[in-house]
């Protein structure tokens, strides 16, 4: 029977060497693995004199156990020495100052932040939101607005055309947002799809209509795209009173002040009848425009009571129902109400002019929570 010391002694260096958790396994199958040493020895208890067990076997059986518990320890060390060794080559120095994360470092355009203040205003009165298309036909942009075949007023737009197409007729970028109107009366008046068989929704309708606007036009008012918001509501008795309180209050809440004072001046629009312009009352006499005070009036939109025409074009009767609109300049009140002197700076892409005018992504502008604070 073979001294069991230095197979003893070359096993535990060999555990203590073992530097990866590979190595260490080659020496428990060296071992202990089915032809390792120590199972050889073990083999061997079968064929010996019960007295030559009885003092043999305890010896192999605790050089077994020795070597087993020695493994595993020397495993469970190669394993804490790997992990120490992750955890230092993943280190975070916590007291290094934060960089702004992507979503803090970008800034929202105002008029974008200008078209979210105004539909929080006008969804709390109630009014819903709609959009159209950018490329109109002649028709929803002209002819079912009551522009005449030729009529002068068509001019007036500077409209960007399209080619005419295989039809003869030519596309057009919508020159104002009035279009829209006709697409939610034809909508509001359509039959009812299979999909869900309940009646038309009819009037009354309360909408109020963002989007881009395009003309042939460009200095330091105007640019070739711009934006505009459309207002439209259609009922039975809608009158110029309800019109008059409607844009009173949008006004107020959204220049953020406690009064103001409309003058309603008349004017023309095909698309409505009487048609007025209205002028707010603002203060010139310092570096910015005020509004809601002083003794000057600025321009702000164009309005009226829609004309029975566009009302019939649009597929409903103007004997049963009547409404007023309204259409106004979104970059024109944001320059106003956050003192932006030049509009052809707002679609210029310079990271400077947006880094100073833009808005934080998260102030999203509610009533609660104070429109622009
Ligand atoms: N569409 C007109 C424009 O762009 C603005 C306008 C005036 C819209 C009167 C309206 C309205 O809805 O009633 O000049």
């Not at 073979?2 to 958790?21: E, F, G, H």
């Not at 068989?197 to 003309?215: H, Q, S, W």
């Not at 003058?263 to 310092?286: A, H």
Request: hydrophobic share 40%; proline share 7%; charged share 25%.
């Amino acid at each position: 029977m073979t001294d069991l010391a230095p197979m003893s002694a070359s096993l535990k260096k060999a555990i203590a060497d073992a530097d990866t958790q590979a190595a260490l396994e080659a020496v428990r199958v060296s071992a202990l693995g089915k032809k390792g040493s120590i199972s050889a020895l073990l083999a061997t208890l079968g064929q010996m004199s019960p007295e030559e067990r009885k003092e043999k076997g305890p010896a192999i059986n605790g050089l077994k156990n020795e070597i087993t518990v020695l493994i595993e320890a020397r495993r469970a060390e190669l394993e804490a020495y790997a992990l120490e060794k992750r955890l230092a080559a993943e280190k975070v120095d916590i007291t290094l100052p934060l960089r702004p994360a992507p979503a803090a470092a970008g800034r929202i355009h105002p008029v974008s932040q200008v078209i979210d203040e105004i539909t929080a205003i006008f969804s709390d009165m109630g009014f819903a939101i709609a959009e159209g298309p950018d490329i109109e036909t002649d028709y929803y942009n002209f002819t079912a607005l009551n522009f005449p075949e030729g009529h002068p007023a068509r001019e007036m737009h500077d409209t960007f055309f399209f080619s005419p197409g295989a039809d003869g007729t030519r596309k057009l970028l919508r020159t104002h947002t009035s279009p829209v109107q006709i697409r939610v009366m034809q909508k509001t008046n359509e039959p009812p799809s299979a999909a869900y068989l309940t009646a038309p929704i009819d009037p009354p309708i309360r909408v109020v209509m963002p989007g881009r606007t395009y003309r042939n036009d460009s200095d330091q008012t105007h640019t070739p795209m711009f934006h505009q918001v459309e207002g439209l509501v259609i009922d039975k008795s809608s009158h110029i009173g309800q019109l008059r309180w409607v844009l009173e209050e949008f006004l107020k809440a959204f220049f953020e002040v406690e009064s103001v004072k409309l003058r309603f001046r008349p004017s023309f629009f095909p698309f409505t009848e009487p048609s007025m312009e209205v002028d707010v009352q603002c203060d010139r006499s310092g570096n910015e425009v005020k509004i809601g005070q002083g003794s000057d009036w600025l321009e702000i939109l164009g309005c009226g009571m829609v004309h029975p025409n566009v009302i019939r074009n649009a597929g409903l009767d103007p004997d049963v129902y009547q409404g007023f609109a309204w259409g106004m300049g979104i970059d024109r009140i944001a320059m106003l109400k956050y003192g932006m002197p030049d509009l052809r700076a707002f679609f210029d892409a310079d990271k400077r002019w947006i880094d100073h005018y833009g808005f934080r992504p998260f102030d999203l502008p509610t009533l609660f929570g104070g429109l622009s604070s």
